[in-house]
Protein backbone atom coordinates (compact mmCIF):
# COMPACT_ATOMS: atom_id res chain seq x y z
CA UNK A 1 0.00 0.00 0.00
CA UNK A 2 1.64 3.40 -1.22
CA UNK A 3 2.01 5.74 2.05
CA UNK A 4 -0.43 8.85 0.31
CA UNK A 5 -3.02 7.62 -1.86
CA UNK A 6 -5.10 9.57 -4.47
CA UNK A 7 -7.39 8.85 -6.93
CA UNK A 8 -5.98 10.38 -9.95
CA UNK A 9 -9.30 11.32 -11.75
CA UNK A 10 -9.14 13.05 -14.07
CA UNK A 11 -12.48 14.79 -12.43
CA UNK A 12 -14.28 16.40 -14.95
CA UNK A 13 -16.55 19.35 -13.87
CA UNK A 14 -18.74 22.30 -15.11
CA UNK A 15 -18.11 25.61 -13.58
CA UNK A 16 -19.66 26.48 -10.75
CA UNK A 17 -19.76 23.20 -9.73
CA UNK A 18 -18.77 21.62 -6.37
CA UNK A 19 -16.13 19.03 -6.60
CA UNK A 20 -14.37 17.00 -3.57
CA UNK A 21 -11.09 15.55 -3.55
CA UNK A 22 -9.96 12.46 -1.31
CA UNK A 23 -6.76 11.19 -0.22
CA UNK A 24 -6.19 8.76 2.31
CA UNK A 25 -2.45 7.66 4.25
CA UNK A 26 -0.87 5.11 6.26
CA UNK A 27 1.11 6.20 8.99
CA UNK A 28 -1.49 7.05 11.69
CA UNK A 29 1.51 9.00 13.72
CA UNK A 30 1.52 12.04 10.59
CA UNK A 31 1.37 15.36 12.08
CA UNK A 32 1.15 17.50 8.79
CA UNK A 33 -0.85 17.73 6.08
CA UNK A 34 -1.27 19.99 2.85
CA UNK A 35 -2.83 20.55 -0.31
CA UNK A 36 0.04 21.41 -3.40
CA UNK A 37 -1.53 22.82 -6.85
CA UNK A 38 0.38 21.82 -9.83
CA UNK A 39 -0.38 23.15 -13.39
CA UNK A 40 0.84 21.45 -16.29
CA UNK A 41 4.32 21.57 -16.59
CA UNK A 42 4.92 24.20 -13.42
CA UNK A 43 6.37 23.83 -10.20
CA UNK A 44 3.98 22.45 -7.36
CA UNK A 45 2.80 25.35 -5.25
CA UNK A 46 0.90 25.33 -1.61
CA UNK A 47 -2.74 25.57 -1.99
CA UNK A 48 -3.43 24.92 1.68
CA UNK A 49 -2.51 23.55 4.69
CA UNK A 50 -4.94 21.10 6.80
CA UNK A 51 -5.33 21.61 10.35
CA UNK A 52 -7.67 19.11 12.96
CA UNK A 53 -10.47 21.56 12.98
CA UNK A 54 -10.96 21.95 9.28
CA UNK A 55 -10.35 25.09 7.45
CA UNK A 56 -11.41 27.31 4.42
CA UNK A 57 -9.68 29.89 2.17
CA UNK A 58 -12.38 31.17 0.14
CA UNK A 59 -13.91 28.62 -2.01
CA UNK A 60 -11.66 25.84 -0.75
CA UNK A 61 -12.25 24.03 2.54
CA UNK A 62 -10.02 21.26 4.26
CA UNK A 63 -10.65 18.80 6.29
CA UNK A 64 -8.81 16.27 8.42
CA UNK A 65 -10.23 12.83 9.54
CA UNK A 66 -7.66 10.95 11.65
CA UNK A 67 -9.91 8.12 12.65
CA UNK A 68 -10.30 7.08 9.14
CA UNK A 69 -6.52 8.92 7.89
CA UNK A 70 -8.06 11.01 4.96
CA UNK A 71 -7.55 14.55 4.22
CA UNK A 72 -10.75 16.18 1.65
CA UNK A 73 -10.23 18.95 -0.37
CA UNK A 74 -13.60 20.61 -1.47
CA UNK A 75 -13.56 23.36 -3.91
CA UNK A 76 -16.90 25.33 -4.45
CA UNK A 77 -18.51 27.10 -7.16
CA UNK A 78 -15.19 25.75 -9.32
CA UNK A 79 -13.52 28.34 -12.24
CA UNK A 80 -11.71 27.19 -15.28
CA UNK A 81 -8.99 28.41 -13.60
CA UNK A 82 -8.93 26.08 -11.15
CA UNK A 83 -7.92 23.35 -13.46
CA UNK A 84 -4.94 21.78 -12.22
CA UNK A 85 -2.98 18.52 -10.41
CA UNK A 86 -4.13 18.38 -6.69
CA UNK A 87 -1.84 17.14 -4.55
CA UNK A 88 -1.89 16.12 -0.90
CA UNK A 89 1.40 16.38 1.43
CA UNK A 90 1.60 14.20 4.47
CA UNK A 91 4.78 14.46 6.05
CA UNK A 92 6.34 15.63 2.95
CA UNK A 93 5.76 12.56 1.21
CA UNK A 94 3.24 13.65 -1.81
CA UNK A 95 0.12 12.08 -3.42
CA UNK A 96 0.55 10.93 -7.09
CA UNK A 97 -2.47 13.90 -7.32
CA UNK A 98 -5.71 14.17 -8.95
CA UNK A 99 -6.34 16.30 -11.81
CA UNK A 100 -9.20 18.42 -11.98
CA UNK A 101 -10.70 19.24 -15.54
CA UNK A 102 -13.31 22.10 -15.47
CA UNK A 103 -15.23 22.65 -18.40
CA UNK A 104 -16.93 25.96 -20.00
CA UNK B 1 14.08 37.21 -8.07
CA UNK B 2 14.03 35.40 -4.59
CA UNK B 3 12.55 32.57 -4.62
CA UNK B 4 14.21 28.72 -5.25
CA UNK B 5 15.87 28.80 -8.65
CA UNK B 6 17.24 25.69 -10.25
CA UNK B 7 20.39 25.56 -13.15
CA UNK B 8 19.77 23.94 -15.60
CA UNK B 9 16.11 24.11 -16.82
CA UNK B 10 16.65 20.84 -19.36
CA UNK B 11 19.46 18.82 -19.70
CA UNK B 12 19.57 15.88 -22.45
CA UNK B 13 22.28 13.47 -22.12
CA UNK B 14 23.47 10.56 -23.10
CA UNK B 15 23.21 7.31 -20.72
CA UNK B 16 26.05 6.57 -19.22
CA UNK B 17 27.42 10.12 -18.68
CA UNK B 18 26.95 11.66 -15.20
CA UNK B 19 25.20 15.28 -14.58
CA UNK B 20 24.99 17.56 -12.23
CA UNK B 21 22.34 19.97 -10.83
CA UNK B 22 22.56 22.74 -9.03
CA UNK B 23 19.95 23.97 -7.10
CA UNK B 24 19.95 27.69 -4.88
CA UNK B 25 17.33 27.95 -1.94
CA UNK B 26 15.47 31.42 -0.95
CA UNK B 27 18.28 32.77 1.22
CA UNK B 28 17.09 33.03 4.76
CA UNK B 29 15.68 28.96 4.00
CA UNK B 30 17.71 26.14 6.42
CA UNK B 31 16.46 23.32 4.90
CA UNK B 32 16.85 22.30 1.17
CA UNK B 33 14.78 18.90 -0.22
CA UNK B 34 15.76 17.00 -3.73
CA UNK B 35 12.53 15.29 -5.02
CA UNK B 36 12.02 13.70 -8.35
CA UNK B 37 8.55 13.82 -10.57
CA UNK B 38 7.58 11.69 -13.45
CA UNK B 39 4.73 11.86 -15.59
CA UNK B 40 1.48 11.45 -14.05
CA UNK B 41 3.38 10.92 -10.91
CA UNK B 42 3.59 13.17 -7.31
CA UNK B 43 7.21 14.36 -6.35
CA UNK B 44 9.20 11.33 -4.84
CA UNK B 45 11.16 12.17 -1.98
CA UNK B 46 15.23 11.80 -2.53
CA UNK B 47 16.83 13.66 0.25
CA UNK B 48 17.12 16.72 2.49
CA UNK B 49 19.34 18.99 4.09
CA UNK B 50 19.21 21.02 7.25
CA UNK B 51 22.01 23.46 6.77
CA UNK B 52 25.09 21.79 5.52
CA UNK B 53 24.16 18.57 6.93
CA UNK B 54 21.94 15.29 5.17
CA UNK B 55 19.59 14.50 7.35
CA UNK B 56 17.48 12.17 5.15
CA UNK B 57 18.56 9.91 1.90
CA UNK B 58 15.64 7.99 0.34
CA UNK B 59 16.51 4.16 0.83
CA UNK B 60 15.09 3.99 -3.08
CA UNK B 61 17.89 6.65 -4.26
CA UNK B 62 20.46 4.68 -6.08
CA UNK B 63 24.16 4.88 -4.79
CA UNK B 64 24.64 6.48 -8.43
CA UNK B 65 22.68 9.76 -6.68
CA UNK B 66 24.51 11.75 -4.42
CA UNK B 67 23.78 15.48 -3.57
CA UNK B 68 26.01 17.89 -1.39
CA UNK B 69 25.24 21.37 0.60
CA UNK B 70 28.58 22.61 1.25
CA UNK B 71 28.53 25.95 2.71
CA UNK B 72 24.65 25.57 3.57
CA UNK B 73 23.60 27.81 0.55
CA UNK B 74 23.19 25.97 -2.59
CA UNK B 75 22.91 22.23 -3.48
CA UNK B 76 23.84 20.28 -6.01
CA UNK B 77 22.51 16.89 -7.18
CA UNK B 78 24.43 14.20 -9.09
CA UNK B 79 23.87 11.47 -11.31
CA UNK B 80 26.58 9.28 -12.40
CA UNK B 81 26.55 6.86 -15.27
CA UNK B 82 23.02 7.76 -15.96
CA UNK B 83 20.19 5.58 -17.37
CA UNK B 84 17.20 6.22 -19.59
CA UNK B 85 15.14 5.31 -15.83
CA UNK B 86 16.69 8.21 -14.50
CA UNK B 87 14.75 10.76 -17.18
CA UNK B 88 12.42 12.95 -14.78
CA UNK B 89 12.02 16.52 -13.34
CA UNK B 90 14.21 17.06 -10.76
CA UNK B 91 13.07 19.87 -8.10
CA UNK B 92 14.25 21.70 -5.39
CA UNK B 93 12.66 23.07 -2.45
CA UNK B 94 13.38 24.87 0.35
CA UNK B 95 11.91 25.47 3.34
CA UNK B 96 12.81 27.86 6.87
CA UNK B 97 13.26 25.79 9.92
CA UNK B 98 10.36 26.07 12.45
CA UNK B 99 7.84 26.14 9.46
CA UNK B 100 6.29 23.40 6.92
CA UNK B 101 5.27 25.23 3.66
CA UNK B 102 7.87 24.51 1.15
CA UNK B 103 8.64 26.92 -1.81
CA UNK B 104 9.54 24.12 -5.54
CA UNK B 105 12.10 25.93 -7.95
CA UNK B 106 11.04 25.51 -11.50
CA UNK B 107 13.06 21.91 -11.78
CA UNK B 108 15.64 20.59 -14.13
CA UNK B 109 13.88 18.48 -16.08
CA UNK B 110 16.45 15.51 -17.37
CA UNK B 111 16.53 13.45 -20.75
CA UNK B 112 18.81 10.66 -20.83
CA UNK B 113 18.48 9.08 -24.36
Known amino acids: RKEVEQDPGPFNVPEGATVAFNCTYSNSASQSFFWYRQDCRKEPKLLMS???SGNEDGRFTAQLNRASQYISLLIRDSKLSDSATYLCVVNLIFGSGTRLLVRP | DTGVSQDPRHKITKRGQNVTFRCDPI?????LYWYRQTLGQGPEFLTYFQNEAQLEKSRLLSDRFSAERPKGSFSTLEIQRTEQGDSAMYLCASQRLGTEKLFFGSGTQLSVL
Open chain 2, 27 to 31: SEHNR
Open chain 1, 50 to 52: VYS
